[in-house]
Each structure stands twice: as structure tokens, then as C-alpha cells.
């Protein structure tokens, strides 16, 4: 019996063996005669069966890469996931670059795809983009334009779908603009449009230095670069960013399925000579753990397809259930929005949120190129009615931060102040108040916010009427509001010139804003307005000034009396009362005692009273003449 069983079970080895061994590699099989001898095999663990699950597996992951589009990205991504895609990741890896080799337009879908697969598993988008370079750099060196064509293309949307960083594409274009060919210029144009908008948002200034280089390339008409029609294209591409490369976007809005936070970018740089490539993942090899390394891939992909379900299931089954709620739970909703009205009640005392805000303004105006891409930016923020006086604030502590003034910021606020009156109504407000603290401010702070307001000012963009807040006397000023002052007015008569800011300084409708700055009202006042704008070099502001204290001196000489001067006056009138007392006196009683004195004494007498009035008001008028000398001289000083 034992030998009869051993003959029945010994044909069973033999045709598996027999399988196994007449298996041709590298022919098509159908799918159906793959399962039938995958199953025929009882051991799961053995190098026939591991073979044959690796065939299926390299055919349905080049399948599903050939058919991938648009419109079934999700459903050949859910398929993908189904498949050990860990095991055959050099396999896939292949097949998408193959695939994208023999068909560049579908390059930006098979990034996207590339993108789902790296953010679920990295280790798969890293071999990719180490493969891509690998392959740059040899067709680089073996001068073969269509494969360094397509995978610059490969590499510039990988870029734009975050798997790799920015600096790789500034690296290849420096390589290939450092000592420029009509291929290498031709490459270089061809991954400065796919990636170009990726650039201009990320780093302005590297793609700026760039197109100088083909500016050069162009003007300078270099012996290497003599092929009309790369002219031609370099001309082409300055139009395409002219356009802010309107035709060629970031990413589409159907293929941009993946967000920036979940992303996970790869930093790699061209310049890594120990890439490994792992080219032996593309050749079948036997796993020892294989059971135990599909269960825990099944694990894997159960967890990353159930998600996947659940958001379409629950997005499918909010729409079907929505209208039973609505019906159901109206009652209950305007009770919860009742409690959540009076529950969200929250003060922000730590102003986290404005200490963000400043900060992402902060780096929007350092990371722009011009001032109207930076306007851009900070339109596009959405910044909301309480927060434009932080806008206009942060511009000018940023411009007062730098170490010379830049037009940049005057420009900038400008354009705000044309846009919108109520960054007119704030700038004004800054103005008087950084009159008023201009003493907290150092020497190029102070510089640099005097030149901002002045820019604003000559160019109207803030109305002339704040100069209200200006009262130029000794009193009122200090050193700081003096200096500050200075370089406005200095940078008004630079920009628009002596005769322009004279008839603006003269013009009637805003002389009720201009008199503390020309005061009118007291002499003292007056002639210290006028040596300020001289010592400045702007006298010729104060000549109706000058023609005011000379037409009006009398006018204004006793409002000059001090009252030292006014103490001394009374005094000699009361002097002089009593000297008359008394003279009235010695003449009642010289009458009295001299009653038959003869008249030629009573002559002299009367002769000798009369000098001595006489004399007494001559000293009266020379007083009073020394007195308003002296208070002539003081007003002077």
C-alpha cells in the first residue's frame, strides 16, 4: 500500500517541477494560465511560485502605467495599491519612466501619480527621482537631447507636485547655462516652462539671475549658440514670463490631489555622486520572508484602501443622507448654533495671530522681486478691514529696518494708497505719529521713514494736510523732529523741485494746515522758521515770511515786551508822578513865603521850572528808546 501511494504522489512533483522548468521567461502569459499555475503550486514560500507571482506583479503594474490618464488617476491609483508596489518598486519605477519616455505629454499625470505613491510610501519616490538624475547626467554626458528633453520634463513636475525641491531644477540650469550649446539652451528653456511658475513663487531672485544669463546668451551672440531658432526660443521664453507664464501652471487643478502639509519632498542635489540606483530590484530575486512580507504589505493596504473608501463613502453618503437631516434636525441645529454663539467668546490676548500675520508680511515683502509682485502677493492674503493698519505699519518698519533707503517701499505703499483711500486714511495717521516719536527713532530709521512719507507726499498718494501736526518754534520742536524735518523737506525739493514745492507751499486752500509750519503769529516764532529753512538750504520758502516781519514791525514790537521791560516801564511813570508832587509842593510854599518877592524873581523861576520839564523829558524819551533796543536784541536772539 505504502508503495502505491508513493507512486501516485510522485507524477503530482513531477508536473510541478515540469511546470516550473518549461515556464518560458520573458513570454507573454495569459492571466488566466498564470493563476492556474500559481495555483497547481502547494508551496507558497518556494522560488516557482515567488517567480510566478513576480511575472503577474510586473505585468499588471506595466499595465496599469499604460493605461493611466486624467480621468481613471483614482481608480489605477486604488488598483496600484492593491499590488505589492513595495516588492515591485524598481519595476515600477521602470515602467513609469518608460512610459513617460515614449509619451512626455502625460508627464504631468504620471507625476501626479508619483505623488499619491511618495506620499504613502517615500522610499519609492526617492528611487524615482535618483533614477531621473542618473539618467540626466548620462545623456547629459553622451549629448543625447531627447532623453535629456524628457526626463528635465519628468524632473520639472516632480518639482511641481512637491516630491522634490526646487534647488535640483537651479542646479540643472546652472549646468546647462554655464557653458551654453544650442541643445543645452534648448533643455534649459524646455524645463524653465514646466517648472518656471514653481520658480518665480519659490525663489524670485535665482530665476531673475537665470534669464540674465539668457539675456546675455541673446545680446552677447555667442560662437557655440549660433542656431537662429534657439534666438528664437530664448525670445519666446522672456514673452512666456512676461505672461507670468499664463500657459504653463503649477498644476492642474485635476491632478492636484495631494496636499503641501502631507507631502513628503526629497532633497536631492546633483552635485550626490553615491546615488544608488538599485537596479537589482528590477530583476526577480528569491525572498526568504516572502510570506510574512505579503502579510504585512496586506496590512498596508487594507489600512491606506479602507481610508480611501471612507472618504468616498462618506462623501457619497453625505449627499444621500444630507436631506433626511436637514428635515429632522433643524430644531436641533439652531440650538447648537444658539450654545456655539455664545460659547466662542474667545480673546486672543497673546496676539498669536498678529504676530503670524506680521511675519508672513514680513517675508512676502523680502521674498518679492518688484514691488508689484509683492503687492500681488499681499492682496492675494486677503487681509481683512482690522488688520490694513498692520499692513501699512509693517511696510514701514521694513523699510526702516534697511540700511539705506529703498524706492521699493515708497513704491509699494503707493500702489496700496492708489488702491484703496483707507490706506491713505492710515498712512496719514503714521505721519503724525511718527512726528510725534520720531525721538525714539535712530539716525537711519529716522532717515529712511522721513524719505517713505516724503515719496508718498510728493507723489500725492497722502493728502498735504498733514502738516497740521507740524509747529516749527523753539518750543515746540526737539533735535530729532528738527532732523526729521529736514530730510523730508531736503527730499521734497529733490524730487520736485524749489519752484514746485514753493507754489504747493504757497497755495492757498492749504495755507489753514501750513501756519505752524510758517508761523505768522509771533515774531520770535517767525524768525526762527526762517533760520531753520536757511540753515537748510530752503530760504527761498520763507520770503513772504520775510516781507511779513518787515511790513508789520510795529505791529508785532509790544507783543515782544517782556515782562522785565514792562516792570521798568511802570516804574519811571511812578517816578515821574512824584517828581511832580514834589515840584508842586516847593512852588505852593515858595509862593507862600515870596508873596512880595518882585516879579523879575518870579521870571526866573518860572524859567528855570521850565528847564527842568524839559530835561526831565528828554530823559524820559532816551529811557523809553534804550528800552525797545533792548527788547529788539532779545527778540533777535
Not at 214 to 229: A, F, P, T, W, Y
Not at 412 to 422: H, M, P, S, Y
Request: net charge negative; glycine share 4%.
Amino acid at each position: 500500500m505504502s508503495s502505491e501511494v508513493t507512486n501516485s504522489e510522485t507524477p503530482g512533483i513531477k508536473k510541478q517541477t515540469n511546470v516550473s522548468k518549461t515556464m518560458p521567461a520573458g513570454v507573454y502569459i495569459p492571466p488566466a494560465k498564470l493563476k492556474l499555475l500559481q495555483e497547481a503550486i502547494s508551496d507558497k514560500s518556494g522560488a516557482e511560485y515567488q517567480r510566478l507571482s513576480w511575472e503577474a506583479l510586473k505585468k499588471s503594474i506595466h499595465g496599469l502605467v499604460n493605461k493611466i490618464n486624467i480621468p481613471n488617476i483614482s481608480q489605477v491609483v486604488r488598483e496600484l495599491f492593491k499590488e505589492n508596489i513595495i516588492r515591485g518598486r524598481g519595476l515600477l519605477c521602470r515602467s513609469v519612466m518608460q512610459a513617460q519616455l515614449f509619451s512626455p505629454t502625460f508627464t504631468n499625470v504620471y507625476a501626479s501619480l508619483m505623488a499619491i505613491i511618495n506620499m504613502k510610501f517615500p522610499q519609492i519616490g526617492e528611487l524615482l527621482l535618483k533614477r531621473l538624475i542618473i539618467q540626466f547626467k548620462t545623456s547629459y554626458k553622451q549629448n543625447r537631447k531627447e532623453q535629456c528633453i524628457s526626463s528635465c520634463k519628468f524632473i520639472a513636475h516632480l518639482i511641481n507636485q512637491n516630491v522634490a525641491h526646487e534647488i535640483l531644477a537651479l542646479q540643472i540650469l546652472t549646468l546647462l547655462l554655464e557653458n551654453p550649446t544650442n541643445h543645452s539652451v534648448e533643455v534649459a528653456i524646455g524645463l524653465l516652462k514646466e517648472c518656471g511658475k514653481k520658480l518665480s513663487m519659490e525663489s524670485p531672485k535665482s530665476l531673475h539671475a537665470l534669464f540674465e544669463s539668457l539675456r546675455n546668451i541673446l545680446n552677447e551672440q555667442n560662437e557655440m549658440v549660433d542656431d537662429k531658432r534657439i534666438q528664437y526660443m530664448i525670445e519666446v521664453m522672456f514673452a512666456i514670463r512676461k505672461d507670468d507664464f499664463k500657459d504653463y501652471p503649477v498644476v492642474l487643478k485635476e491632478l492636484d490631489l495631494v496636499e503641501e502639509s502631507e507631502q513628503y519632498t526629497h532633497f536631492l542635489s546633483l552635485d550626490e555622486d553615491d546615488l544608488d540606483v538599485q537596479s537589482g530590484l528590477n530583476i526577480f530575486k528569491i525572498d526568504p520572508d516572502y510570506e510574512e512580507n505579503e502579510k504585512k504589505y496586506n496590512i498596508l493596504k487594507r489600512e491606506i484602501l479602507d481610508e480611501s473608501d471612507s472618504d468616498e463613502s462618506g462623501s457619497n453618503s453625505g449627499e444621500d443622507t444630507g436631506e433626511e437631516e436637514e428635515e429632522e434636525g433643524e430644531p436641533e441645529q439652531e440650538a447648537t448654533e444658539e450654545k456655539n454663539e455664545n460659547d466662542q467668546m474667545i480673546i486672543d490676548e497673546t496676539e498669536t495671530n498678529l504676530v503670524a500675520l506680521r511675519r508672513t508680511i514680513y517675508l512676502t515683502i523680502q521674498s518679492s522681486l518688484d514691488f508689484q509682485e509683492c503687492a500681488h502677493k499681499l492682496l492675494k492674503m486677503n487681509i481683512k478691514k482690522n488688520q490694513e493698519m498692520e499692513l501699512c505699519q509693517m511696510i514701514l518698519d521694513s523699510c526702516a529696518q534697511q540700511r539705506t533707503y529703498e524706492r521699493f517701499f515708497g513704491l509699494l505703499a503707493q500702489r496700496f494708497c492708489e488702491l484703496n483711500k483707507e490706506y491713505v486714511e492710515h498712512f496719514e495717521e503714521i505721519f503724525k505719529q511718527q512726528y510725534e516719536t520720531c525721538h525714539r527713532l535712530e539716525t537711519v530709521k529716522l532717515r529712511n521713514v522721513s524719505r517713505l512719507l516724503s515719496h508718498l507726499l510728493h507723489t500725492d498718494s497722502i493728502s498735504w494736510g498733514v502738516f497740521d501736526c507740524v509747529h516749527l518754534n523753539e518750543d515746540e520742536t526737539t533735535s530729532s523732529s528738527r532732523v526729521f524735518l529736514k530730510n523730508l523737506l531736503l527730499d521734497l525739493s529733490e524730487h520736485m523741485g524749489m519752484i514746485r514745492l514753493k507754489e504747493r507751499f504757497s497755495d492757498l486752500t492749504l495755507q489753514e494746515f501750513f501756519a505752524g509750519l510758517f508761523p505768522r503769529d509771533n515774531p520770535r516764532h517767525t524768525r526762527f522758521s526762517i533760520n531753520f529753512f536757511t540753515s537748510i538750504g530752503l530760504g527761498a520758502l520763507t520770503e513772504d515770511l520775510r516781507e511779513h516781519l518787515k511790513s508789520a514791525p510795529k505791529l508785532m514790537q509790544p507783543m515782544v515786551l517782556d515782562n522785565s521791560d514792562l516792570d521798568k516801564s511802570k516804574s519811571d511813570k511812578e517816578s515821574e508822578k512824584k517828581i511832580k508832587k514834589k515840584k508842586k509842593k516847593r512852588n505852593s510854599s515858595s509862593e507862600s513865603s515870596s508873596s512880595s518877592s518882585s516879579s523879575s524873581s518870579s521870571d526866573s523861576d518860572s524859567e528855570s521850572d521850565s528847564n527842568s520839564r524839559r530835561k526831565s523829558k528828554k530823559k524820559r524819551k532816551e529811557k523809553h528808546k534804550r528800552n525797545l533796543n533792548k527788547s529788539h536784541k532779545k527778540s533777535r536772539k
